[in-house]
């Protein structure tokens, strides 16, 4: 069984470029989440795809958005980079069947800095 | 709107004693609740998880944590810890409805461990 890919794992951004953050999920999971971790905090919720839509949003900007594919790999974009960007960005994989599941396999996360 | 208070930013003990890592939470209702652990450039590794029943939850790495509904807590205790406890320790909750599940981190707990 394998576990929660994420790619790539260092990465260095001007100020208003863009970026693409992958993730594959663990097999057999459908749902994937993203969180942002700033440098000494915990992980914020960014969103959450499930069946490759949207199904829930934290408190970021419509300049953060992504991706779900039909082998439930994800995709975070982030445009107009801002210093503020700068995080550790983890994915999250789980499985959800009706029944909601709390299994979330995290991913070692992308280091994103922003110059 | 929720939020998760760990009080004590960081914690240093002797390798062989007790721990205590203290997790208070604002919600709505009684959440589903977590603590996860992260070492350096990992992801977050599950250590337990309360979702109903018995309050005293037993864990992963012999871990344990109670629920106190009165007082809103969920602490993480160990009787003995080891030098490879050291890391960062979150506590976390979720809704027990809607349909992203998406969780809400406190600030974490850096833990050092001394000889």
């Known amino acids: 069984e394998t576990g929660v890919t994420q790619s790539p794992t260092h990465l260095i951004k001007t100020r208003g470029q863009q970026v693409t953050l992958r993730c594959s999920s663990q097999?057999?999971?459908?749902?994937v989440s993203w969180y942002q971790q700033a440098l000494g905090q915990g992980p914020q919720f960014i969103f959450q795809?499930?069946?490759?839509?949207?199904?829930g949003r934290g408190n970021f900007p419509p300049r953060f958005s992504g991706l779900q594919f039909p082998n439930y790999s994800s995709e975070l974009n982030v445009n107009a980079l801002e210093l503020d960007d700068s995080a550790l960005y983890l994915c999250?994989?789980?499985?959800?069947?009706?029944?909601?599941?709390?299994?979330?396999?995290f991913g070692s996360g992308t280091r994103l800095t922003v110059v | 709107a929720q939020s998760v208070t760990q009080p004590d930013i960081h914690i240093t003990v002797s390798e062989g004693a007790s721990l205590e890592l203290r997790c208070n939470y604002s919600?709505?209702?009684?959440?589903?609740l977590f603590w996860y652990v992260q070492s350096p450039g990992q992801g977050l590794q599950l250590l337990l998880k309360?979702?109903?029943?018995?309050?005293l939850v037993q864990g992963i790495k012999g871990f344990e944590a109670e629920f106190k509904r009165s007082q809103s807590s969920f602490n993480l205790r160990k009787p003995s810890v080891h030098w490879s406890d050291a890391a960062e320790y979150f506590c976390?909750?979720?809704?027990?409805?809607?349909?992203?599940?998406?969780?809400?981190f406190g600030s974490g707990t850096q833990l050092t461990v001394l000889p």
């Open positions: 976390a909750v979720g809704p027990r409805a809607g349909s992203a599940r998406q969780l809400t």
């Open positions: 999250a994989s789980s499985f959800r069947d009706g029944t909601e599941s709390y299994g979330y396999t």
């Open positions: 097999s057999g999971h459908n749902t």
């Open positions: 919600y709505g209702a009684t959440p589903y």
């Open positions: 795809y499930y069946r490759e839509e949207e199904n």
């Open positions: 309360y979702f109903s029943g018995d309050t």
